[in-house]
C-alpha cells in the first residue's frame, strides 16, 4: 500500500507518504500561495508519490469542511473560501485510490491519539492554537467528525464579553482572541510594536506589559473555552499544539489557572491539558492514519 497525505492550511501546505505505523517519509512543506492552490496541492501530491502507484490518499484541512460532500470552504483560504471539490480533485489524479477528508484540527487530534500525548486515551478533544485556532474531536478512539465534519472546532466558541472581530463575521469568536493573529492584533491595538508571535512570547517572558497582558487574556479566553468543552462532551484531556501554543509559562499558565477555575464539577476534577508532542506535521500523519483506517 501507498498512502499519501495532504495538509492544507492558510499559511502553508504539506504532503507525505505515510506507512501503515503513521511514520512519514519525505514530506514537502511549501506555503500557501495566494493563487492557484489546487496546482500546489496536486504538485505536491505527484512529487511525493514519486511514480508509486497510490491507493490512499488522507487530506486534512482547515474548516469549514464538508466531509459528506467532499468540499472544503477555508476562511483562511480565500480563492476557496466560497467551497472547493478538494476530495473529486483528488481523485482526479489518483482514480483508484479510496480517499478520505477531515478537519484538519480532527488529523492532528487523531496522530495525538495514536502517536502523541494521547496515546491509550480513547476520548479526547484536540486543539491547534497557531495563526487560528482548531481542533478535533476524538471518541472511542476514532476521529468523531459529528454530521458535516466539523465537530470539535472549537475556534469559534464565544468567549465571554470580547469584542473582537472573527474572520467567520461574528464577533468575540475564541479564535479572534486566542489565536496567534488574534493576539498579535491586539497587542499593536494597544501600542506594542513587535512583528511576530515569537516576538510576543519573548516581549512576555522579559514582561513588557502589553505583550504579557496580551498573552494573558489569550490564556484565559482559551482555559475557559476548554472548560466548556469538557463539560459539553464529557472528555479529561485536551492536547493543545500548535505554534502559538508553544508560547511558554505566560501564556499557559493564565490558561490552566483558568481551565482550573471554570472546571468545577466532579467529572471535570481531573481535566487535564497536556502539550501535544507531534509537532506541525503530525496533521500529516493523522490524515494519512485516517485515510489507511478506511482503506
Not at 480533485?89 to 484540527?105: E, H, I, M, N, Q
Not at 489569550?218 to 505554534?243: E, P, Q, Y
Not at 509559562?249 to 487535564?272: G, K
Request: net charge negative; with cysteine.
Amino acid at each position: 500500500m501507498t498512502a499519501l497525505a495532504l495538509d492544507v492550511g492558510g499559511t502553508k501546505m504539506a504532503a507525505a507518504r505515510v506507512r501503515p505505523d503513521g511514520t512519514l517519509d519525505d514530506p514537502v512543506t511549501v506555503p500557501t500561495p495566494a493563487s492557484g492552490v489546487w496546482d500546489a496541492c496536486a504538485g505536491l501530491l505527484r512529487k511525493v508519490a514519486d511514480g508509486q502507484t497510490v491507493t490512499a490518499v488522507g487530506i486534512a484541512s482547515a474548516g469549514p469542511v464538508d466531509t459528506v460532500a467532499g468540499v472544503v470552504a477555508p476562511l483562511n483560504i480565500r480563492q476557496w473560501c466560497d467551497g472547493f471539490p478538494l476530495v473529486d480533485a483528488v481523485r482526479g489524479l489518483f482514480p483508484d485510490a479510496s480517499v478520505r477528508l477531515v478537519l484538519d484540527g480532527a488529523a492532528a487530534a487523531y496522530a495525538e491519539h495514536r502517536l502523541g500525548a494521547g496515546r491509550g486515551i480513547p476520548d479526547l478533544l484536540g486543539v491547534v492554537v497557531s495563526t487560528g485556532v482548531g481542533g478535533g474531536l476524538i471518541r472511542g478512539g476514532r476521529i468523531d467528525g459529528g454530521r458535516t465534519g466539523n465537530a470539535g472546532h472549537i475556534g469559534h466558541m464565544v468567549v465571554p464579553d470580547a469584542d473582537d472581530r472573527c474572520g467567520c463575521g461574528a464577533v468575540g469568536c475564541l479564535e479572534a482572541v486566542a489565536s496567534g493573529s488574534g493576539a498579535l492584533r491586539w497587542a499593536r491595538a494597544n501600542g506594542w510594536s513587535g512583528a511576530t508571535g515569537a516576538d510576543l512570547a519573548v516581549d512576555a517572558e522579559l514582561g513588557e506589559p502589553t505583550a504579557a497582558a496580551a498573552l494573558e487574556r489569550a490564556g484565559i479566553a482559551l482555559g475557559r473555552a476548554f472548560a466548556s468543552a469538557a463539560a459539553l462532551l464529557d472528555v479529561d484531556v485536551v492536547v493543545i499544539g500548535g505554534g502559538f501554543a508553544q508560547s511558554g509559562p505566560a501564556l499557559w499558565e493564565p490558561m490552566t489557572a483558568s481551565a482550573a477555575a471554570h472546571a468545577r464539577l466532579s467529572f471535570l476534577h481531573d481535566l487535564r491539558l497536556a502539550p501535544a508532542e507531534l509537532g506541525v506535521l503530525g496533521t500529516l500523519s493523522g490524515a494519512g492514519l485516517a485515510a489507511i483506517d478506511d482503506a
